[in-house]
């Protein structure tokens, strides 16, 4: 982000959503001969976004939110089952119709997740927190997505300590290998 001033975490969030919809309704509205190169720019945004949540919002909706933990347990889910299926969609053919398929499904699974956490997690995010504690958030969720893997780990752990210790070692990998792929 070039933008000296950080921006508080629910529009950081609001604004991925409506990246990673945008996205996915290009790739869905593509041919099949053009998904590919638009799948690999999908991957990356959606990965990043889902562990630096993982890093940054469900520890804070765990600590502050009455009955934080099975919101984010059930949050966590969801992008559990996004990231499986992008692994699963990274083996296939893009222009097969199992392909398409998964596609439709992975993207009604993102949106029905993105909706989830604007109508429960984005208002326990602003009832609890201050707009400085929210700013603090932001700042380290930018952070945590830029540092972020690029590629979906769907057996790596999702809640601390171990998504802080593998998630920076995956990252590494997964830009040695972006770097390879665009060679």
Known sequence: MTNTQTRDIVELL???HREAALLLDQICAAGPESRQEQFWNLVPALVQHEVAEEVVVYPAIRRDAPNGDSEADARLAEQQEAEVKLAAMEKMDPTSTQFAGELESLRQAVLDHAHA?????????????SPQDRQELGARYEKAKASAPTRPHPHAPDTPPGNVVVGPVAALFDKARDALRDI
């Not at 956490?117 to 927190?129: D, G, I, R, S, W």
């Open 117 to 129: 956490e604007e109508a429960e997690v984005f208002p326990l995010l602003e009832k609890l927190e």
């Open 14 to 16: 609001t604004n991925d």
